[in-house]
């Protein structure tokens, strides 16, 4: 297809875990677009262009290989593609503050401003910005100001398409999404740039899972709709904590309450707690934006979601200390798991690494096992790099070790022989399960003692 053919030009500034996968599935499905996916990092677009992609994710390699090279393309030419673009999605990364006014809870936005004034800079006609990072309620304003200050007559208008997608399921996700939400203006001008984003996926969702507001409900709902989840997360293992006192089987307490059709199934896992780049920095966000407002109830209640997290991933590294004898000095211990959850080479925010450090601080030998997030894991404790071991071969990591705790769910971790893995532990031996997902009956019967999140322990000891 030649360039000139292309219906629509779309670019999408940041090649991350939203832009790459949201482009990737927005080309393969939509080929009379041209969709360019342009990033300031060099290595990144590289890994884009190659067989090697920058992030796992199930079933990207194929949806990418579909429509690169036909009309998908990833550079780190920016001028050119800002200026010849029609709709620009802005997917750059909005970390949490770390330092002035917010630290610690709202989003950097210097990414974000950035781009804006380099959209600005190189645009010589109208242009649709469409916000796919999750950014705090009101963010569309600031850069529709910045945007329409240009004395080039330029207009810009910005909308809103959080996105809701899981990392491990992103394709699935893309391709069948629950809703997919565009918030803009509500102005004809606003409603008319709007559709043209609903016409793009209206090429493969059905019309009716396409829902439009307006921006500011847009904004906040990407922000409420994680916060529910989060909470859901941190309400179960609130109740965990209490099943381990009284040995109640928190599995059991979610089966039955997650049968109420008005509660549901999902989210109910009670874990060593949430990670990922989403659920603490958007509920931080949304406490920020609650205290801005005065709201002071309002930013206490969803602050506890992320407190009751901290306290779970605590409470799991206490109980291993405690059941060690109350000193991990020197013990080796092996972590199944280093990435946020399963399916992701992901390690933002992980429990599994909350843990490591936990350990680490208590001098224990911390071997780390992963079949995908090793590479993330080493970078970020590369403070540590001396005192900890990666290792891929969860035999070769639990070998001599005196427990395992299983931090990430992922399925390979469900069918190892443990047996062997038993047999070749410091004894006795033991298992921390933080997900739940080992099948602790058997595993107490090869020697095993076992603990797993908020249900009795079973335990060779009187
Ligand atoms: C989340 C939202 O699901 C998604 O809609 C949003 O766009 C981005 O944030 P993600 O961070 O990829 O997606 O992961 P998710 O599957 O939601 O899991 C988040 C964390 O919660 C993981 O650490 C996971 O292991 C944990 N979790 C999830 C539980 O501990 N228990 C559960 O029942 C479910």
């Known amino acids: 297809m030649a360039a000139s053919s292309y219906t629509k030009n779309i670019l999408c500034i940041g090649a991350g875990y939203v832009g790459g996968p949201t482009m990737a599935m927005i080309a393969a499905r939509c080929p009379q677009y041209k969709v360019t996916v342009v990033d300031i990092n060099a290595e990144r677009i590289a890994a884009w262009q190659s067989d090697k992609l920058p992030i796992f994710e199930p079933g990207l390699l194929n949806v990418v290989k579909e429509a690169r090279g036909r009309n ?31 630290a610690g809870k709202t989003a950097d936005l210097q990414h974000w401003e950035k781009t804006a004034r380099q959209i600005l800079k190189a645009s010589e006609s109208d242009k649709i910005i469409v916000e796919k990072s ?3 309620v009101k963010t569309a304003q600031a850069m529709e100001r910045i945007l329409n200050s240009n004395d080039k007559g330029i207009v810009f208008d910005v909308l809103s398409n959080p996105e809701f997608l899981a990392e491990g399921t992103a394709m699935a996700d893309l391709a069948n999404p629950d809703r997919v939400l565009i918030g803009s203006r509500t102005n004809e001008r606003g409603i008319k740039a709007r559709q043209e984003v609903v016409d793009i996926y209206a090429n493969w969702i059905p019309r009716e899972r396409i829902l439009t507001s307006d921006v500011w409900s847009s904004e906040l709902s990407k922000l409420v709709a994680n916060a529910f989840l989060a909470q859901r997360i941190s309400s179960i293992n609130a109740i965990s904590a209490l099943c381990e006192k009284t040995d109640a089987d928190v599995a059991e307490v979610a089966r039955a309450v997650g049968r109420d059709s008005r509660i549901g199934p999902k989210f109910l896992n009670a874990s060593v707690g949430f990670g990922g780049s989403c659920f603490q920095k ?29 306290y779970q991933r605590r409470r ?11 000193t991990l000095v020197g013990k080796r211990i092996a972590l199944f798991g280093a990435a946020f959850k399963a399916d992701t080479s992901d390690t933002r925010e992980s429990p599994a690494l909350y843990v490591a450090e936990q350990l680490l601080e208590e001098r224990a030998a911390v071997v780390l096992c992963d079949p995908q997030a090793l590479a993330n894991a080493k970078h970020d404790l590369a403070r540590y790099a001396e005192r900890i071991e990666f290792e891929p071969d969860p035999y070769r990591a639990a070998q001599g070790a005196h427990a395992i705790a299983l931090l990430t769910e992922w399925s390979q971790f469900k069918v190892l022989d443990y047996a062997r893995i038993f047999d070749s532990m410091e004894k006795p031996a033991f298992v921390f399960d933080g997900r739940n997902i080992l099948d602790h009956q058997a595993l107490y019967e090869i020697g095993f003692n076992v603990y797993p999140i908020g249900k009795p322990k079973l335990s060779h000891f009187a």
């Not at 920016?78 to 673009?85: G, K, L, S, T, V």
């Not at 931080?284 to 901290?310: F, H, M, Q, R």
Request: with cysteine; charged share 20%; net charge negative.
């Open 282 to 310: 958007d509920i931080l966000n949304l406490v920020y934006i609650c205290e801005s407002y005065g709201l002071t109830e309002v930013a206490d209640y969803w602050e506890n979601v992320v407190k009751i997290n901290d």
């Open 134 to 136: 999750t950014l705090p």
């Open 72 to 102: 998908l393309f990833f550079t780190t030419e920016m001028e050119q593609n800002i200026h010849d673009a029609d709709i620009i999605f802005v997917s750059v990364n909005t970390p949490t503050k770390t330092f002035g006014e917010g």
């Open 316 to 326: 799991f590294v206490g109980t291993i200390r405690r059941v060690l004898f109350n």
